[in-house]
């Protein structure tokens, strides 16, 4: 093993994983030349490159001290030595055994961390590596490697040269220097950082789609203070009319001084509001432009997913007895990564059923006369936003008339819908659930197995699969999906029968909630019940009986809450969808998903429900300009505080008990805004740049109008000396840092 | 002298309408349609039309009239598309597609009943302004919405 003086624990961990990635790609590049070469012997140079790419794994995995590897490693390379130089000699056969043991390397390396398993792999490509020095006669067993010299390690070797491969027979062209891409440096990162990064993104939108509501509500309120103003104008006007003393004419006078500030005022909302459309807008292209880029480093070409392809296949029809050769095309088509992950299973399904069920026995083809070996093609390549997946085969395709008579012979269908259905409904139909099941033996059913959750799978992914086929001559499954998919985690539940989803990064846990409970205890503090059979409920569904509810724990902002649902139906991937202009303005929903039936599943906002937990909390929601909400407001608030996260905490906590409060990162800004409004309540900080606490202080009782405002302040000095000055300026209370909420209610109700 | 153009005459509820075909991209049938709660009357779900998120309206609550029973699966409807939005506007069926007399607010059909006129534009615009009220915002005076640029406000027949 490695001395812990070489690498921490973390630092290992590290180096292991991009050793892993590095094997992958290793181990993949020697797969594909021993599958491109079939039957004929690979060319010395791509026996060379295999070689190569082996030593420099088994280069990587000494330094790292992984001794099993070394040896499995070194095995390998001798073995594929023993080709080269003729000692052993190449058949189907032997190119099948190479990739078998290539398979369990694999396999080892991805136990690495668990040992026993690790090592029974190993153990496992030992006894193949054994047997295929066997199959060649030749008993000379596999040296033990020698002790590994720790070599520099090569961590980016490796990397697949990109290879123009239109319609070659399997994916990778065998060409020499593999490593290098155009001299550029490559930056090996852990996908799932990147993946990280994506839902990070995921998030930005939901936030920036908020954003654009509060700035829309801005306007309606910066029109409205403009409305205000004109009808005060008015009232002004006709108050100057029948101004007959003077003291009306002195009002008169100070009402057109204020209606003036208003004006002012009114003006600068609206430009601030104009300029923060504008801002929001750039945001909205910066976000974008950083999900573009995030989704091209998650592309993959379709290379590994061809290459997976014809390692299944080869599996697939050595255990059917077919001999099939599969043909790629477009194998640079460029999609997301993780579609490419959820890709793999339905192709190697629908790939499964043309060696199974598709392509006729040797015999039947030259009967019907047709290559003795059957070919199934693969193709992707781009149409606009989506990609086009193609998968036929060259078997003996699917009869609409057998399929009808089926259908009716199990009852699926009466013999008037089988006569009136079109031969594309007939075909369709065979996605169903239930066409057929494994039960059925006979060659057209089978041909259904698994076919309605592939379907499934390509829906969930926002595409759609559609199946055309010749009778006699084969068939030919098209999909088209989106390039990209913004996958995210949800928690999804049930609520009057539809399931509805949440961004799993705001749900905290599962529950349940008593049917008359307005609270249910948290972790820290008591979290309102939100019941979403009222808030979801329409006409047509019945009223909910109160009874005792799931309930699912949601925070959002710094408040919790649980909302009740009928049942929790779990966490589950999903590809956020947006809702579309109509629906968009509906403040409930931040957006829609999917289902792999094909249904939409609305997805709830959690800031709307933290809107309906605490109502009246200016924090959260600006109060509607046109329907002013019936709230008591205890007054508006000035935060005075250098830090941003206190004056966030601060804001929090005095939204809570009805405060309506505005911020100032220091007491220069604060005197400025105290001059512009009038406050009830100032809570500040002493040190603070430009303009400290007392400053402010001794400021505000200078002036008449705010002598008088209420003082808290918040320090992590409380010392005997600042509480006495802090008594001699009135203020009405001090409180030291750590700000707790309990303390600082305390301070307001102080004396 | 009337416009001749080219509509579609629907039944709807046992009353007859006419849109513009240039508003209409297809006739289809509803995949499976989601209640969407707090949405107003006049949009009655959404529906995955081929991986986008279609709103199913209801013509009654947009006319002043009475909302119809619940789309479902299977129904028909008219696929309008305005600037980019569509929505589904749901049908009992179609009776013609047609090139007839139309003067601002109705057709006269085949057998010269007078049917009475939609404006796609302004009732996706209703839609929209439905669903905004629900937040609360009163309808935009000026506009960067999606629906936009169709001004005027003609009332419906």
């Given at each position: 093993m490695v ?13 292991r994983?991009?050793f892993r990635d590095e094997a992958h790609e290793a181990l993949e590049a020697v797969t594909?030349r021993a ?12 026996l060379?490159?295999m070689m190569r790419v082996t030593h420099t794994l088994k280069g990587s995995a000494g330094t790292l001290g992984l001794d099993d590897m070394v040896d499995l490693a070194h095995r390998l390379e001798t073995a594929l030595d023993q080709v080269?130089?003729?000692?052993l ?5 032997v190119?099948d055994q190479i990739v078998e043991i290539v398979d369990g390397v694999r396999a080892h390396v991805d136990a690495m961390n668990e040992p026993i398993a690790a090592a029974s792999f190993a153990d496992h490509v030992r006894a193949l590596l054994e047997r295929l020095a066997e199959s060649?006669?030749?008993?000379t067993r596999a040296t033990p490697a020698p002790a590994p010299r720790p070599a520099?390690p090569t961590?980016?070797d490796g ?593 | ?157």
């Amino acid at each position: 093993m490695v001395s812990d003086a070489d690498f921490d624990a973390d630092e290992l961990a590290m180096l292991r994983q991009l050793f892993r990635d590095e094997a992958h790609e290793a181990l993949e590049a020697v797969t594909a030349r021993a599958l491109s070469a079939g039957a004929g012997a690979p060319s010395a140079d791509s026996l060379t490159e295999m070689m190569r790419v082996t030593h420099t794994l088994k280069g990587s995995a000494g330094t790292l001290g992984l001794d099993d590897m070394v040896d499995l490693a070194h095995r390998l390379e001798t073995a594929l030595d023993q080709v080269r130089t003729g000692q052993l000699a190449w058949t189907a056969r032997v190119g099948d055994q190479i990739v078998e043991i290539v398979d369990g390397v694999r396999a080892h390396v991805d136990a690495m961390n668990e040992p026993i398993a690790a090592a029974s792999f190993a153990d496992h490509v030992r006894a193949l590596l054994e047997r295929l020095a066997e199959s060649s006669g030749d008993r000379t067993r596999a040296t033990p490697a020698p002790a590994p010299r720790p070599a520099r390690p090569t961590l980016s070797d490796g990397v697949p040269r990109v290879v123009d491969g239109a319609d070659t027979t399997l994916s990778i062209t065998p060409s020499t220097d593999l490593p290098a891409v155009d001299g550029r440096p490559l930056l090996r990162v852990e996908a799932e950082r990147i993946d990280a990064l994506m839902s990070s993104t995921g998030e930005l939108l939901f936030d920036r789609t908020r954003i654009e509501r509060r700035v829309q509500l801005l306007r309606t309120l910066a029109r409205d203070l403009g409305r205000t103003r004109q009808a005060l104008r008015e009232e002004v006007g006709q108050l100057r009319a029948a101004a007959t003393d003077a003291a009306r004419v002195a009002l008169e006078e100070r009402l057109r001084q204020v209606e003036a500030g208003l004006a002012g005022q009114a003006t600068q909302l609206a430009q601030t509001t104009a300029a923060l459309l504008d801002e929001t807008e750039a945001l909205r292209h910066t976000i974008g432009d950083i999900q573009r880029g995030l989704l091209r480093t998650r592309m993959q070409t379709s290379r590994a997913l061809f290459a997976h392809l014809a390692r299944s296949l080869r599996a697939i029809s050595r255990s059917a007895g077919v001999r099939v050769e599969l043909r790629t095309s477009g194998d640079d088509t460029e999609f997301d990564k993780a579609l490419a992950e959820q890709l793999t299973d339905p192709l190697v399904q629908l790939l499964r059923n043309a060696v199974v069920h598709g392509i006729e026995t040797p015999d039947e083809r030259i009967a019907r006369g047709k290559p003795q070996v059957g070919t199934v093609r693969v193709a992707a390549r781009h149409d606009g936003n989506l990609v086009l997946v193609e998968l036929s085969d060259d078997g003996n395709g699917i009869d609409p008339r057998k399929l009808r008579e089926r259908f009716v012979a199990t009852g699926r269908w009466t013999a008037a819908r089988a006569e009136l259905a079109s031969d594309d409904d007939v075909l369709a139909a065979i996605f169903e659930p239930g066409v057929s099941s494994r039960d059925d033996a006979d060659e057209l059913s089978g041909r259904g197995i698994g076919l309605d959750l592939v379907r499934e799978t390509i829906a969930r992914l926002g595409g759609e699969i559609r199946l055309t086929s010749s009778p006699g001559r084969g068939t030919t499954f098209t999909m088209r999906l989106p390039v990209s998919t913004a996958v995210t985690q949800a928690m999804l539940f049930k609520v009057h029968g539809q399931v509805y989803a949440l961004p799993q990064v705001h749900v905290v846990e599962t529950t349940s909630v008593e049917a008359d409970a307005t609270t249910v205890a948290g972790r820290h503090e008591q979290l309102p019940v939100v019941r979403l059979e009222q808030v979801l409920s329409d006409p047509t569904s019945p009223p909910a009986e109160p009874q005792r509810r799931a309930g699912v724990v949601v925070t959002y902002a710094g408040k919790g809450l649980v909302c009740t649902v009928d049942k929790v139906v779990g966490p589950r991937e999903i590809v956020v969808r947006p809702l579309g202009p109509l629906l968009a303005p509906l403040p409930l929903y931040a957006g829609a998903t999917i289902s792999g039936s094909g249904k939409v599943q609305l997805i709830l906002d959690p800031a709307a429900l933290v809107r309906l937990a605490y109502p009246g909390s200016p924090m959260i929601d600006l109060p509607s300009p046109s329907a002013p909400s019936p709230q008591t407001l205890a007054g508006r608030a000035l935060v005075v505080d250098d830090s941003r996260a206190i004056r966030e905490a601060l804001t929090a906590m005095l939204s809570r008990e009805g405060w309506i409060v505005d911020v100032a990162e220091d007491g220069a800004r604060a005197v400025q805004m105290a001059q512009q409004l009038r406050y009830d309540l100032v809570v500040t900080d002493l040190e603070m740049p430009r303009l400290g606490g007392f400053e402010l202080i001794g400021r505000l009782r200078e002036n008449r109008t705010t002598a008088a405002t209420a003082v808290v302040i918040v320090t992590s000095r409380a010392s005997p000396e600042n509480r006495r000055r802090a008594r001699d300026l009135g203020v009405r209370a001090l409180v030291a840092k750590p700000i707790t909420r309990r303390k600082l209610l305390e301070a307001l109700a102080a004396r | 002298m009337p416009d001749l153009k080219n509509v579609i005459v629907f039944a709807l509820g046992g009353a007859r309408w006419a849109a513009e075909i240039r508003y209409v991209r297809e006739v289809i049938s509803l995949g499976f349609v989601t209640t969407v709660p707090t949405a107003p009357a006049g949009i009655a779900g959404v529906f995955n039309l081929r991986g986008a998120i279609t709103p199913v309206l209801d013509l009654g609550p947009l006319v002043g009239r009475a909302a119809h029973p619940a789309p479902r699966q299977g129904d028909g409807a008219l696929l309008l598309e305005v600037d980019g939005a569509s929505a589904a506007l749901r049908l009992d069926n179609v009776d013609e597609i047609a090139t007839l007399p139309v003067s601002t607010d109705a057709v006269r059909d085949g057998r010269g009943r007078m049917v009475p006129l939609i404006d796609p534009p302004q009732l996706l615009r209703r839609a929209l302004h439905a669903a905004q009220a629900v937040r609360g915002d009163e309808p935009p005076t000026e506009s960067r919405l999606p629906v936009a640029d169709l001004d005027g406000d003609p009332t419906l027949g």
